[in-house]
């Protein structure tokens, strides 16, 4: 099943997306290698929204816990307490072209 993870980081929406910015060829790579089926990054009154869909939990737990993940968190000095997150079990989904 389907798996959808959101996550608001709070802070400067504006330095947090040059924060994002800066990290999106590594962490696209994460995604790639970890089945990552869409991506979307928003900034918001309070910071940033990232909205993840994968195909299972299994490939996002895989993808949260990838080194080079861990790597670009590290380097934006962001500490889990800075991040908000939910997890959904997806019913249905569809791509359009």
């Known amino acids: 099943m389907a798996y959808l993870t959101l996550a608001r980081i709070g802070g400067d929406p504006d330095e947090l997306l ?3 910015e800066a990290s999106a060829e590594v962490m696209s790579g994460v995604g790639r290698d970890h089945g990552l089926i869409f991506h979307a990054a928003a900034k918001t ?3 940033l929204l990232i909205l ?3 195909p ?3 490939e996002s737990e895989a993808a949260a816990g990838d080194v080079r993940r861990q790597g670009e968190l590290e ?3 962001l500490q889990p307490g800075d991040f908000r997150r939910e997890h959904f079990e997806v019913a249905d989904y569809e ?3």
């Open 18 to 20: 040059d924060r994002y």
């Open 45 to 47: 009154g309070e910071g």
């Open 52 to 54: 993840n869909l994968w």
């Open 56 to 58: 299972s939990k299994d």
């Open 75 to 77: 380097r934006w000095g």
């Open 95 to 97: 791509v359009f072209g």
